[in-house]
């Protein structure tokens, strides 16, 4: 566990070195709203995808998830606070420069990374995200209430064994309060990639052109599957690699 010194909040962050290391930096996971890194990433086979290739994986469970500290105030999740989380793992772990993937929420937050602290990331890919605001229509008092998509997604996750739903109501109001913005569009090379069937990723090729990036489709696959899908895992790890 680290702690981000701006505000105590700590951080578990799973760091896995393999056997043969690539020269490479280091990539990092950031995980979709209401799951974990290993959860999101490690069950659905990212870690030995990437282990295979010599890469370093850095796996952080973002505030309000995992093993990480949960606090219930929407103060405590807005973007540059999980930017901070970020910076702190990193430096605590002597890591100077990662390649950054997400999946939904975490793909806002390694473009936050990137955007906000260019010299750290050398390349960003955004599974499950597109530029829509994941939150209109959201009834934030009450999040789960509606039939919007996020609302689909919050009760799916809140139930989820060691998840907090007032901290992920937290969450989602922290997040909320800090609307997306595509502009500036990021200037590092950036792959998006989101399930043909993903409301919440509405937009996500408008995004890659945006960004003068590459977009990959995953067909049939939706919000809550698109992440385990080969083709997904395969093209992020060329995209890393070549």
Known sequence: MS????????????????????????????????????????????TRALEAEGLRVLGPDLRGHGDSDKPADSGFYLPEHFVGDLTAALDRLGVERVDAVGYSMGSRLAWELALTHPERVRRVALCGF??????????????????????????????????????????????????????????????????????????????AALCGGTFVEVPGRGHANAVSSRILRQAVVEFLTS
């Open 130 to 207: 597109g530029p829509a605001d994941a939150f209109e229509g959201v009834d934030l008092s009450d999040p789960g209430s509606g039939d919007t998509p996020f609302d689909s997604v919050f009760r799916n996750v809140a139930g989820l064994p060691g998840n907090d739903p007032a901290a992920l109501a937290a969450c989602a109001r922290g997040q909320a309060s800090r609307p997306f913005r595509a502009h500036p569009p990021l200037t590092c090379p950036v792959l998006v990639a989101a399930g043909s069937e993903d409301e919440v990723a509405a937009g996500a090729q408008e995004l």
């Open 3 to 46: 702690e981000n010194p701006a505000d105590g909040v700590a951080i578990r962050c799973a760091d896995l070195i393999p056997s043969s290391p690539a020269d490479a930096v280091p990539v990092l996971l950031l995980h979709g709203f209401g799951t974990s890194f290993d959860m999101n990433w490690r069950a659905a086979g990212w």
